[in-house]
């Protein structure tokens, strides 16, 4: 079956910097759109951003500026660099990615186990 494997999250201070990666393996005949989305603790789910297959991306109005999503496709991956990280980034990421199976040809939304991204004042 299909996975994403998250890494690169930990501890930073604040003004910091940081890079997340996930990478895409198993059965996958095609990925179409990557994200990345966040959960701090008490709050819902939100989206940080979203990148096509051919490079679109967009964002939050809260990491709007501060944050790049990219993806490789020949390496199966995506990366969110966070910039300039406040206290309030403070949350568990996850990554997502909208991918068609082999043989099934079928496309279905995967999500990483999540990553935690702490942000010290």
């Known amino acids: 079956q299909v996975q994403l494997v998250e890494s690169g999250g930990g501890l930073v201070q604040a003004g910091g910097s940081l890079r997340l990666s996930c990478a895409a393996s198993?059965?996958?005949?095609?990925?179409?759109?990557m994200a990345w989305y966040r959960q701090a603790p008490g709050k819902e789910r939100e989206l940080v951003g979203r990148i096509s297959t051919g490079g679109s991306a967009n964002y939050a109005d809260s990491v709007k500026g501060r944050f790049t999503i990219s993806r490789d496709n020949a390496k199966k991956t995506v990366y969110l660099q966070m910039s300039s990280l406040k206290p309030e980034d403070t949350a568990v990421y996850y990554c997502n990615a909208k991918i068609v199976v082999r043989l099934a040809l079928t496309e279905y939304d995967y999500w990483g186990q999540g990553t935690q991204v702490t942000v010290s004042s």
């Open positions: 198993g059965s996958i005949f095609r990925i179409n759109a």
